[in-house]
């Protein structure tokens, strides 16, 4: 199912991307493009074990994400330092379905009405909110 988005949800969500202070993460297709790796070998390494991959930093929802900063220094085959649990963050689709809003809402609220919180971190342009305790 897709979601039409209108273009006040574009400008306002492109507004939280330019303004946003939040921590910046690369997704697995980012990190396999700045090792020169295709994304499907990638992917079986990290769910085989066949070659050392660096552990994820986060992850939102189930995607994956890692610091550029540990990411850029390893290199593919090389034994990473022990991999950090991962941190937890929701993605706007989990945003969507605990508020009960369309996504031109959930940007209003967030950017306009400022009743819910800017996202915690951005993995590529995507956003992502610490979950509710």
């Known amino acids: 199912m897709t979601r ?12 939280a991307i330019v303004t946003s202070e939040a921590p910046r993460y690369i997704s697995l297709t980012s990190l396999a493009q ?8 990638l992917t079986r390494w990290r769910h085989t074990g066949s070659t050392p991959v660096l552990g994820e930093d986060i992850r939102l929802g189930t995607d994956p994400g890692w610091d ?3 990411a850029d220094p390893w290199t593919p085959g090389c034994v990473p330092d022990a991999p950090p649990t991962p941190v937890l963050y929701w993605p706007a689709a989990e945003m969507l379905r605990r508020y009960h809003v369309s996504l031109d809402t959930l940007w209003t609220m967030i950017m306009l009405d400022r009743r819910l919180p800017m996202p915690a971190i951005w993995l590529d342009d995507r956003p992502g909110w610490e979950p509710e305790q």
């Open 34 to 41: 700045r090792k020169k790796v295709e994304v499907p070998v």
């Open 68 to 70: 550029p900063e540990r």
């Open 4 to 15: 039409a988005v209108t273009g006040a949800a574009t400008t306002l969500r492109l507004q």
